[in-house]
């Protein structure tokens, strides 16, 4: 999957991470117009990738100032936290 790193890019993943962990890494749901829970696994160890993480770290340094730098902040906690404690459902 191609990662695209511009502001709006990384605002919208920040966003994605902090406003659905529980149904995504919790019931391994993507929310939408239906719960959908196939590709689920495939996005949670994307997002948990090595690569993801550190583009959202690096990121969170070019955009520190930026209105929506503490979501990317948090992203970043959630995405450390899930690998470290691998408290996603069985991938």
Same mark, same amino acid.
């Given at each position: ?6 502001? $709006?890019?990384?605002?919208? /993943? ?8 529980? $149904?995504?890494?919790? !019931? ?14 495939? /996005?949670?160890?994307?997002? /948990? ?8 770290? !690096? ?15 948090? $992203? ?14 069985? /991938?």
């Amino acid at each position: 999957m191609e990662v695209t790193e511009s502001k $709006a890019s990384i605002k919208h /993943l920040s966003n994605f991470i902090v406003n659905e962990e529980i $149904a995504l890494f919790e !019931r391994n749901k993507i929310r939408g117009f239906y719960d959908k829970t196939e590709h689920s696994k495939e /996005l949670i160890n994307w997002i /948990l990738s090595e690569n993801i993480g550190k583009l959202i770290q !690096r990121k969170y340094f070019e955009f520190e100032n930026e209105s929506f730098s503490e979501k990317i902040s948090w $992203a970043e906690q959630i995405v450390t936290f899930r690998i470290k404690s691998n408290t996603y459902n069985n /991938l």
